[in-house]
């Protein structure tokens, strides 16, 4: 997949099957979207183009603690080349960008710059200022367009109210299940190993200390999880806590995790984590015998829970 920083380094083409998005989760609506544009540019012997944007234009718009991102860009462009797409266009959003009327978009984007001969869209997408775009209106001016479009039909794009809401939702609740079914894939975030109090080895679950890679990424909800954890392109089990300790005074917020059967040195080194359940909220412990007795369950139930997911994995 070629990827474009800005509108200068694309080069129009001859028969360009087109698709717009922000495309935060590549979710499996997204994937929808993705497979029939993919799908199209094979039909019609075209090129697949992805055009998104980047800030995602509500940080630009409403501030930029207004929310936090499911993807990285990185991630972000990493998945849409998973998909077989050709061509990702990543236009810079500005307030000035976001006063581009509808037509103009169509016209100067769309038509001259890029050669669009079909759009494929997904259901109740708008674009241009006011989101005065829509399908609505591109199929009533068809003809003076000269492109064809396509939406994506409502059911297959919400058929399990799939969006990038409902999965920020659901990890706000804990429900890291949830947003793994609306995301085809386990909610993740890499983060680098840093020292930490060393309290886990005392209590005979040594954890690895995680600062998170990227600030502006959306993190679960205070709690214990059950996680993989990628390391130096191996995966390991282990449980997550995330939150602030309360058994132990005066420490800050933390993601710390336990990787089980695992006994490597990796500060300094980037990981990934992936959320696969959520086990049970933060609780304050009368003491640290209490704390290593929970600890001993949470690690009976994580292991359940990875056996059953290796299953489940393996036999699908």
């Known amino acids: 997949m070629k990827v474009y920083n800005s509108f200068d380094e694309f080069t129009r083409l001859p028969n360009a099957i087109v698709t717009i998005g922000t ?3 590549v979710h499996l609506g997204h994937r929808k979207i993705l497979s029939r544009l993919k799908e199209t540019s094979n039909e019609e012997k075209g090129e697949s183009v992805v055009i998104t ?3 995602h234009p509500r940080k630009v718009l409403q501030g930029a603690d207004s929310f936090k991102l499911l993807l990285t860009l990185e991630e972000k ?10 061509h990702l ?13 509808s037509e103009d978009f169509i016209q100067k984007i769309l038509i001259d710059k890029i050669g669009t001969k079909k759009l494929v869209i997904g259901y109740d997408h708008k674009f241009g200022k006011n989101r ?6 591109l199929k009533e001016n068809a003809s003076r367009i000269g492109f064809q479009v396509e939406e994506i039909p409502r059911e297959d794009i ?82 997550l806590s995330l ?44 003491d640290l015998d209490a704390l290593i007795h929970q600890l001993k369950e949470d690690e009976k139930q994580s292991r359940a829970i990875l056996e059953n997911y290796n299953k489940t994995y393996h036999n699908s």
């Not at 005065?132 to 209106?137: A, L, M, R, T, V």
Request: aromatic share 12%.
């Open 243 to 286: 939150g602030f300790n309360p058994t132990v005074e005066g420490k800050g917020r933390s993601m710390e995790v336990h990787i089980f059967d695992f006994n490597k040195n990796i500060y300094g080194e980037t990981v990934e984590v992936s959320f696969l359940e959520f086990l049970r909220f933060e609780a304050k412990f009368p």
């Open 53 to 55: 944007f980047w800030p």
């Open 158 to 239: 919400e058929h399990n109210a799939i969006s990038s809401t409902a999965i920020r939702e659901a990890l706000s609740q804990n429900n890291v299940s949830k947003a793994t079914t609306l995301l085809g894939r386990p909610y993740s975030i890499k983060g680098k190993v840093v020292e930490g109090n060393k309290l886990g080895r005392e209590l005979g679950y040594p954890t690895a200390n995680i600062e998170v890679e990227d600030p502006e990424k959306i993190l679960p909800a205070d709690g214990i999880y059950t996680v993989f954890v990628k390391e130096a392109g191996k995966l390991y089990g282990g449980m």
């Open 23 to 25: 495309f935060d989760g």
């Open 132 to 137: 005065e775009g829509s399908f609505e209106y």
């Open 77 to 86: 462009i990493e998945l849409i080349a998973s998909c077989g797409v050709d």
């Open 89 to 101: 266009l990543l236009i810079p959003f500005t307030k000035e960008f976001s006063s581009t009327t």
